[in-house]
């Protein structure tokens, strides 16, 4: 985490950097410590190929910076930067032209480069009218969706007029966008990256003339976005006036900030946060990034020779510990709840992240709001620390729920719901789980094998855009030929038969009866199936399960709503499990102390009784979740009438079975019940 090629330098008196500008003047300011030269080139418009240059003043602090006079909204520009003499690996060079890191709009080409130019924006006018954040007081709150935006409405059997869009997403005459999410239920949407990112590869096998040569990527495209470019710009392919057509110019106007403003007023006006997925722990590998010409060494973490360290995988680690680096992270946060009203944020890779940049991004953005939401992906490729981020007060990622609930591989590591023991967890720490994945329990500050202070922290999950769907896991579990089966039919693959969907219920029962916050992935309700679609990319898995598939924007990804009806019971069970939720705040924000749990002779059986005092519910709950795939247990209730809500079958808080005495809890199933609290 700490490797570098040379001390860092000390610290910059913070300036506002970027472009400062009114209708009277622009103030220009780049850091850029060891350039001899700087200069600033504004155009009238993307195509010109030559602007107007202005030298630039470099000060003490390693800023260059220039003032004009007039008004310069609407213009371009981008700065030339000429190296320091040494040569030692830790200085980037390049001809063409920087764009800004503090860009709030970028104009592009489609291509692997990109060839940004910096927008000069206007204040906004964007009318918000009583729009405010919604984030709620206590996360355990919050029902999130993860999702990719443009997957919302792209395909073509969900009839939007703008498919893939902001603008389609808000629509109301379709199947997908902001329609689903309403008709679902869920209060929080997590977008996948929707910061300006490079979302072409180098073309595959097709020399570059750069020493770049593509031979993992069939598809040339990062559709998910996780190679952010510019921290303050919005993606441009998702406006309305825009293309995905290679090589064609992007973002001519500034159509996609006001129209992602919109989509955060309208999930706004529907009572549902927006989170976005944020990636400051490296930047896009392939463009011509801004803080890789600027300054290497600072804002890098290199090892001896001056190379880029990737702990993420991704081909470089930004040093995060360097001042304006961290500024410039806190500075992004800010500016995405001012302008945007952003209610939340997911840190993608946040252990890259060093622990004072995250306390200072943590108290910057509660100062704006108090109940921001902040979430950390609490790991890279060598580190691992939910408990660290739980210590500051940021929940993260539940990865052990994950495992324990069904596995980490379909072949030989499945978990509960498929009557099994992913390797390492316990009858206990199934029951830990439940309460929230602590690290001490309620007997004497026991010490457990969990992750985080309080249940507040634990984002419960089973499913993610990272590897198989839900779905994809258990059919691969159930029947292991999957996997590499060529499926000419997506009915055939998507359609769960009785097996296969008791298991996907009662993992969704397990998820929606666990405290803590719950997120579930775009299309978990109905089973969906990544099958890789047909392209004109010559991909030989096509018709086969894709486990990633962040490189293909097309059918592989997107959703079609129409496949609802293939596993329509399951699809009205997570909408069941979702009502219920949000009206019983004993399953989301009990204290430990008032859930206990039965003795069973049967490890995979569990049950457990919550009382709802502790979190003002009017009822308290017996749960019962059978894991054993073999074996009915029979659950005797204690005295008096129990509403059945949750049954192997379906979910609901209305119009309940009443019910007393014995119970029956089939093999892999379960049951939630309710009593009003005398």
């Given at each position: ?182 008709n679902l239920g869920v209060n929080a949407v997590e ?470 005495g014995e119970v029956i809890i089939p093999p892999t ?10």
């Amino acid at each position: 985490m700490q490797r570098t090629v040379a001390t860092m330098a000390a610290k910059p008196k913070y300036q506002k950097l970027g472009c400062t500008a009114s209708s009277d003047e622009a103030v220009f300011r780049f850091f850029c410590p060891r350039a001899r030269r700087v200069t600033l080139e504004i155009f009238e418009k993307y195509e010109d190929p030559v602007g107007d240059v202005y030298v630039m003043k470099k000060n003490d602090d390693g800023i260059w910076s220039v003032t004009l006079k007039g008004n310069y909204f609407g213009k371009l520009y981008g700065y030339h930067i000429l190296p320091p003499l040494e040569d030692d690996n830790t200085f980037m060079v390049t001809d063409e032209l920087i764009a800004d890191p503090y860009s709030r709009h970028v104009v592009t080409k489609n291509h692997f480069k990109q060839f940004a130019k910096t927008y000069i924006v206007k204040p906004s006018q964007f009318d918000w009218g009583n729009d405010t954040f919604v984030a709620p007081a206590d996360p355990r709150d919050l029902i999130i969706y993860e999702a990719h935006l443009k997957d919302l409405t792209a395909h073509s059997n969900n009839e939007a007029k703008s498919p893939g869009t902001y603008k389609g997403f808000i629509e109301e005459k379709q199947s997908g966008g902001l329609q689903h999410i309403k008709n679902l239920g869920v209060n929080a949407v997590e977008f996948l990256p929707l910061q300006k990112f490079a979302a072409f590869e180098p073309p595959y096998l097709t020399a570059t003339g750069e020493h770049l040569l593509n031979t993992w990527n069939y598809y040339g495209r990062n559709h998910w976005g996780y190679m952010t470019s510019y921290f303050f710009a919005p993606e441009t392919i998702y406006a309305s006036d825009s293309t995905t057509k290679r090589n064609q110019i992007v973002g001519k106007e500034t159509t996609a900030c006001n129209e992602l403003k919109q989509v955060v007023k309208s999930l706004h006006s529907a009572g549902i946060s927006v989170i976005m997925d944020v990636v400051y722990n490296h930047v896009a590998n392939y463009d011509i990034n801004p803080l890789k010409y600027a300054d290497k060494k600072y804002y890098f973490r290199l090892d001896e020779e001056g190379n880029f360290i990737s702990d993420s995988g991704c081909g470089n680690d930004l040093k995060t510990e360097s001042p304006l680096a961290r500024q410039l992270i806190i500075d992004s946060i800010c500016y995405w709840m001012t302008e945007y009203h952003i209610d939340g944020f997911r840190f993608d890779l946040a252990l890259l992240l060093d622990w004072e940049t995250m306390e200072a991004v943590r108290d910057a953005a509660r100062k704006i709001n108090p109940n921001v939401i902040l979430i950390a992906e609490p790991w890279h490729l060598n580190g691992y620390d939910p408990a660290g981020f739980s210590q500051r007060d940021i929940a993260a990622w539940n990865d052990k729920f994950r495992n324990g609930i069904k596995g980490s591989n379909p072949h030989s590591s499945t978990g509960f719901i498929f009557g099994n023991w992913h390797p390492g967890v316990s009858r206990e720490d199934l029951e830990n789980y439940i309460k929230g994945t602590l690290l001490h329990g309620n007997e004497n500050d026991a010490k457990t094998n969990g992750s985080f202070w309080k249940s507040n922290h634990s984002v419960n999950y089973l499913e993610s855009h990272d590897n198989l769907t839900l779905g994809d896991f258990i059919r691969i579990a159930q029947k292991p030929e999957r996997e590499d089966k060529k499926f000419s039919s997506k009915e055939e693959a998507t359609t769960l038969d009785d097996e296969a969907l008791h298991y996907a219920k009662l993992a969704a029962l397990f998820l929606f009866a666990t405290q803590g916050i719950t997120m579930i992935h775009e299309g978990q309700e109905w089973a969906r199936s990544k099958i890789i679609a047909v392209s004109p990319i010559n991909d030989p898995r096509t018709g086969s399960i894709d486990h990633n598939s962040y490189d293909k924007d097309n059918a592989t990804n997107y959703l079609d709503f129409g496949e609802i009806k293939w596993n329509q019971s399951l699809f009205d069970y997570y909408k069941g499990l979702i009502a219920l939720r949000h009206t019983s705040p004993a399953l989301r924000r009990s204290d430990q102390n008032n859930i206990s749990f039965y003795d069973t002779d049967d490890p995979l059986y569990l049950t457990y009784h919550i009382n709802g005092a502790s979190s003002s519910d009017q009822y308290d709950y017996i749960i019962s979740l059978n894991g054993n795939k073999f074996q009915e247990h029979s659950l005797h209730l204690p005295e008096g009438y129990w509403e059945l809500t949750v049954s192997s079958e379906t979910a609901s808080h209305k119009s309940l079975t009443k019910l007393s005495g014995e119970v029956i809890i089939p093999p892999t199933s379960g049951v939630i019940l309710r009593k009003l609290r005398n």
